[in-house]
């Protein structure tokens, strides 16, 4: 299990933790940010295969922002596979 920590831009949330079990994505956790959205985003990634969650969710915007917190944890996770080689 490989733990990372992101701190994003650009959105209202603070922080992202993402545990990946090789390319399975294991957990996550934002802090900050709109408490219904990221919670769902969180729900909905876990279990997913990384490169899926990145493929699906690297372009989403929020409103007019050039990125979300969806968008933003789509870098973490592609920091994180990064990290693990």
């Known amino acids: 299990m ?3 920590d992101f701190t ?3 959105v209202c949330s603070r922080g ?3 545990e990946l079990d090789g390319n399975i994505i294991r957990s ?3 802090d900050g940010g709109c408490s ?3 919670q769902g985003v969180a729900a909905l990634a876990i279990g ?3 490169e899926e969650y990145i493929k699906r969710c690297k372009d989403i915007k ?3 922002k ?3 917190c969806p968008a933003q944890l789509a870098i973490a996770i592609q920091e994180a596979l990064a990290k693990q080689g």
Request: charged share 15%.
């Open 8 to 10: 994003p831009r650009g």
């Open 28 to 30: 996550v956790r934002f």
């Open 16 to 18: 992202i933790h993402v």
């Open 2 to 4: 490989m733990k990372y």
């Open 62 to 64: 929020c409103g007019f």
């Open 66 to 68: 050039s990125t979300s």
């Open 36 to 38: 219904g959205n990221t």
């Open 48 to 50: 997913m295969d990384a």
